[in-house]
């Protein structure tokens, strides 16, 4: 989903050569995995897709996310489903 959503806004950016729109998406596709495994350590390993597609934007879009006020992105954290059974 997400090497998708990288090749769309490499085509969205004006690019009329393939190639080069394949070239950005690449190097773009090995930023998001240097990120990845800079969120995914070893001690969230375990994490869920959702929580990790969240994680990633998060930390791939900061700029955006400057926009955005912090209560805003906490509630949207905190409204996810638990990844743990209520004891």
């Known amino acids: ?3 998708e959503a990288v090749v769309a806004k490499a085509a969205v950016a004006g690019s009329e050569d393939g190639a080069a729109a394949k070239t950005a998406a690449v190097a773009q596709v ?5 990120a990845m495994n ?3 350590t070893d ?4 994490m869920g897709d959702e929580w990790l597609n969240e994680s990633l934007l998060a ?3 900061k700029d955006i996310f400057d926009t ?3 209560e805003t992105i906490m509630q949207r954290f905190q409204n ?4 743990r059974g209520k004891l």
């Open 38 to 40: 800079i969120v995914k």
């Open 80 to 83: 996810m489903k638990p990844r």
């Open 1 to 3: 989903m997400l090497f």
């Open 30 to 34: 090995e930023r998001e995995f240097s």
């Open 43 to 46: 001690l969230r390993n375990r």
């Open 59 to 61: 930390y791939v879009e």
């Open 68 to 70: 955005i006020d912090r």
